[in-house]
């Protein structure tokens, strides 16, 4: 059982827009070409911040065309979340909030075995990185910069913290990079 930050960023590091517009990211390439369909098989249990969830709700229409529901994933969902939210129909979620420790051992039970995919924000995954709990790193790095927006992931991780494992093209828009999160970088 792994725990993983997948996500894509912009060439700057950047996964959304200050106001969260992932606009930026859907022209660069196709979803099917990326290691995505075969990662979210592995997946058995989701981690997600507010903004990501907000994001979904306001983009419920998007959503829905792309995946045929409001909401695409069939796993157990927590969504870290200081505030209340709405639920949305015939989604899994548990919102959580305080330390990530304990929504992570709730997440190792439902996901029996399978991947924990860290989706987002950077902040969250930086969280399971403080707490030792994160394992791998998988970055879509989009040919695009924004300038300026939500950061990848806003902690500072030097020396051997991270091992390069694999690099691939994805189309002309994007490189994914897979890193490895070492133990000692804690």
């Known amino acids: 059982m792994k725990t993983v930050y997948y996500t894509s960023s912009s060439l700057d590091g950047f996964l959304a827009t200050e106001s969260d517009s992932l606009d930026w990211l859907f022209p660069l390439g196709d979803i099917a070409q990326t290691s995505y369909p075969a990662f979210i098989e592995s997946v058995g249990a989701?981690?997600?911040?507010?903004?990501?969830?907000?994001?979904?709700?306001?983009n419920a229409g998007a959503v829905s065309e792309q995946t045929g529901s409001a909401w695409p994933y069939l796993q157990p969902t927590w969504v870290f979340t200081t505030r209340e939210l709405?639920?949305?129909?015939?989604?899994?979620?548990t919102f959580a909030q305080g330390d990530v420790r304990a929504a992570h051992r709730d997440m190792q039970a439902a996901a029996d075995g399978k991947t924990i995919w860290i989706m987002g924000g950077g902040d969250l995954a930086g969280q399971f990185h403080d707490a030792g709990l994160l394992d791998e790193i998988v970055v879509q790095i989009?040919?695009?910069?924004?300038?300026?927006?939500?950061?990848?992931?806003?902690r500072q991780v030097l020396g051997p913290g991270l091992s390069l494992v694999s690099v691939n093209q994805v189309g002309s828009g994007f490189a994914e990079?897979?890193?490895?999160?070492?133990?000692?970088?804690?």
């Open 46 to 58: 989701i981690a997600m911040g507010s903004s990501t969830y907000e994001w979904i709700l306001r």
């Open 86 to 93: 709405p639920r949305i129909d015939g989604a899994q979620v």
């Open 142 to 154: 989009g040919s695009a910069t924004l300038g300026r927006g939500k950061p990848l992931f806003p």
């Open 177 to 186: 990079l897979s890193y490895r999160v070492s133990k000692d970088a804690r």
